[in-house]
């Protein structure tokens, strides 16, 4: 199995950029997605989940109204569009596959090498 992340960058405050992250070895349609994020010095961080068949989707709440997650079950990608990023948003931003959809860590399977995201003031 493997995920694949990228999309990260540099960019200013209130910019977008969105995150793409491509799985293969595993049937993506049966999985929940998960985004996390892992600060310098700080621990990893919920981001956002969505159910496999997209129905359902979690926020934490930092970024709700502000980040979006989406899947394409035919391309076997999920998304995080963000938005109006923040100084606070700077991170390494991992996808995950897990069996269910969570905000715990834990429950996921399979995890993505991560994508660098700067968002400077």
């Known amino acids: 199995v493997q995920l694949q992340a990228s999309g990260g960058g540099s960019v200013q405050a209130g910019g977008s950029l969105t995150l793409s992250c491509v799985a293969s070895?595993?049937?993506?349609?049966?999985?929940?997605m998960g985004w996390f994020r892992q600060a310098s010095g700080k621990d990893r961080e919920f981001v956002a989940a969505i159910s496999w068949s997209s129905t359902s989707t979690q926020y934490t709440d930092s970024v709700k109204g502000r980040f979006t997650i989406s899947r394409d079950n035919a391309k076997n990608r999920v998304y995080l569009q963000m938005n109006s990023l923040k100084p606070e948003d700077t991170a390494v931003y991992s996808c995950?596959?897990?069996?269910?959809?969570?905000?715990?860590?834990?429950?996921?399977?399979?995890w993505g090498q991560g994508t660098q995201v700067t968002v400077s003031s």
């Open positions: 995950a596959a897990g069996r269910g959809y969570s905000s715990n860590a834990m429950a996921y399977d399979y």
């Open positions: 070895g595993l049937t993506f349609s049966t999985y929940g």
